[in-house]
């Protein structure tokens, strides 16, 4: 991707996020950039395309974070073998690496400050808040800890102790001066659980 496509891309979807969706036009991307609509419309066709690329971004990073920490990479229906044995440290290497990403890297983290507002405003925001912060990374973890289970129910509730904390964090982030100190509470939350939960399914 070229610098002005990927000066664009982060214009815009910083503008998103603080604004919205919806109230964002092309005159004002191309006005904090200090082009012309004309100069814009040269890489992207309009609003639309944009967003469609800033969201191709994020379900790639998607895979590759998942990948890089030799985490199962495909919901279970397509890859069930992916979800035996993932091990404690992978997984918290992983969610980790997935906190940071969602409040240490600003490109994530704009998208989102954008789905958190959006959310209510459109029905695909909506689904996309699900799919990357909600729900998603929810049934996640919950099919993760289904292999240490064995029952779905009690997989979902550790999920749910588990990833419940994040949106409380996520908050505390974003509005805490010391940032070190959440990241800090964060790892600890993570390290305390997982060599919990590990411990005690091994005993059981």
Same mark, same amino acid.
């Given at each position: 991707m070229s610098d002005t496509k990927e000066k664009i891309?982060? %214009?815009a979807l910083n503008l998103f996020a603080k604004d919205g969706y919806e109230a964002v036009s092309v005159s004002m991307i191309a006005g904090k950039l200090g082009m012309t609509k004309g100069a814009l419309y040269k890489h992207f066709k309009n609003k639309r395309d944009i967003f469609d690329s800033i969201i191709e971004r994020m379900s790639k990073a998607d895979y590759e974070n998942a990948k890089e920490h030799e985490m199962p @990479? @495909?919901?279970i229906e397509f890859a069930p073998g992916a979800y035996?044995? %993932?091990s404690a440290d992978s997984i918290i290497a992983y969610s980790k690496a997935q906190f940071r990403y969602w409040t240490q890297d600003k490109f994530s983290s704009d998208f989102r400050r954008m789905l958190t507002l959006e959310q209510y405003r459109s029905t695909e925001m909506l689904k996309l808040y699900q799919q990357y912060l909600s729900g998603g990374p929810l049934i996640y973890m919950a099919d993760i800890f289904g292999e240490l289970y064995g029952s779905k129910q009690e997989a979902m509730q550790t999920a749910l102790e588990f990833y419940g904390p994040f949106f409380l964090l996520y908050s505390v982030y974003d509005a805490e001066e010391d940032k070190a100190k959440v990241i800090e509470t964060a790892?600890?939350?993570?390290?305390s659980f997982i060599s919990r939960l590990f411990s005690e399914t091994k005993k059981g």
């Open positions: 891309l982060r %214009t @990479e @495909e919901s035996k044995n %993932t790892d600890k939350h993570i390290e």
